[in-house]
């Protein structure tokens, strides 16, 4: 996905691997308000897409948030192959910070997921001091591939970038009663399907569970309002899944 200052990009799994279960690995809505009216042109919002390869599929979407046309009402809906549905995070003044994080989406056939933000600040809570952004996109693994373990790995602050911000990580569950441990530590509450846990991602960490669970890292926004203008960065936001150590080879 490439426009003027907004970029990222994502792996295309095979069609082979893909499921016909799933949940979204998304980001926070960015929603401006005046009063009680959401102004439109500068919301971002969470998002997803499901794309079908076989006729006749029939998809399920459970949404963690409302959607813009549904609210939270499940929806159903069947594609023939090639045709996509958008799903995409309700923004209201009482909710600017709506997140498709851990909807669930099921499916008759094999479906592609690929989710992530419009065009987003990172961190979201910033999103008054910080000014650049890009989109956020990953396609997601189908539950049956995740793993129960996974490396956190921080990237270096180039030079020139804000300090303010952090970049982070989150962690999100399938199933019920996941309990989630970092370094060994436990972080101290279980998590249930579609639940999620967000952290700096500082240093490098392994992360173990004992139920399958999907990471991935959010790079945080490089520029601040302060920042004169025309300042060349060398990083934005991007999204980037974590392939878990189940999928590690012993040779290349």
């Not at 419009?118 to 910033?126: D, G, K, N, Y």
Request: proline content about 7%; charged content about 15%.
């Amino acid at each position: 996905s490439q426009a003027q200052t907004t970029s990222d990009a994502f792996l295309v799994l095979p069609t082979r691997v893909l499921g016909t279960d799933y949940y979204v690995m998304a980001y926070n809505s960015d929603g401006k308000a005046n009063g009680n009216t959401v102004n439109v042109s500068s919301s971002t919002p969470s998002q997803f897409a499901v794309l079908a390869t076989e006729d006749n599929t029939t998809i399920t979407v459970t949404p963690k948030t409302a959607t813009y046309i549904n609210n939270l009402t499940p929806q159903t809906i069947t594609l023939n192959q090639g045709e996509s549905y958008l799903v995409q995070a309700k923004i209201t003044p009482q909710n600017p910070r709506s997140d498709l994080t851990g909807s669930h989406v099921t499916s008759t056939k094999p479906v592609a997921v690929f989710a992530g933000q419009q065009r987003a600040i990172v961190p979201v809570e910033l999103a008054d001091s910080l000014i650049s952004r890009d989109c956020l996109i990953e396609q997601v693994p189908p539950v049956g591939t995740w793993g129960k373990n996974a490396f956190l790995t921080p990237y270096p602050l180039p030079q020139g970038a804000t300090r303010l911000g952090q970049d982070m990580y989150r962690i999100l569950a399938a199933y019920d009663s996941t309990k989630v441990f970092i370094d060994g530590n436990f972080i101290g509450a279980y998590l249930n399907s579609g639940g999620v846990y967000s952290g700096e991602l500082t240093k490098g960490q392994t992360i173990t569970a004992n139920k399958p669970i999907l990471v991935a890292h959010f790079k945080k926004t490089a520029s601040d309002v302060i920042m004169p203008q025309g300042n060349i960065e060398l990083s934005d936001p991007f999204m980037l899944i974590i392939p878990p150590k189940e999928q590690f080879l012993k040779s290349y």
